[in-house]
């Protein structure tokens, strides 16, 4: 079992910045992949980024450039660093891990809200 706390929402002006944190515990060992979805009112839950043990990452298509994933390996976190952030971005951002054995688990997630 893996469990996930996210902290750093909240509300910012468009074009503003945001960092989120997620902190992993329980079966961190382990651990493949650390990642970043997001739900939206109304809409389906979106892959946002992602980042490997090994430190490789992807992106989607609309926050390429604006957003940055980072891992911190011996404390076990991620982050997601937001910049040029839009209303668009508004929505509920979940981080998750992937395990080796390839269960995913969610955190309780964190709400974003982005003014224009």
């Known amino acids: 079992q893996v469990q996930l706390v996210e902290s750093g929402g909240g509300l910012v002006q468009a074009g503003g910045s945001l960092r989120l944190s997620c902190a992993a515990s329980?079966?961190?060992?382990?651990?493949?992949?650390m990642g970043w979805y997001r739900q939206a009112p109304g809409k389906q839950r979106e892959f946002i980024a992602a980042?490997?043990?090994?430190?490789?990452?992807n992106y989607a298509d609309s926050v390429k450039g604006r957003f940055t994933i980072s891992r911190d390996n011996a404390k076990n976190t991620v982050n997601l660093q937001m910049n040029s952030l839009k209303p668009e971005d508004t929505a509920v951002y979940y981080c998750?891990?992937?395990?080796?054995?390839?269960?995913?688990?969610w955190g309780q997630g964190t709400q974003v809200t982005v003014s224009p």
């Open positions: 980042i490997t043990s090994g430190g490789s990452t």
């Open positions: 329980g079966s961190i060992f382990s651990i493949y992949k």
């Open positions: 998750y891990v992937l395990t080796n054995d390839m269960r995913k688990y």
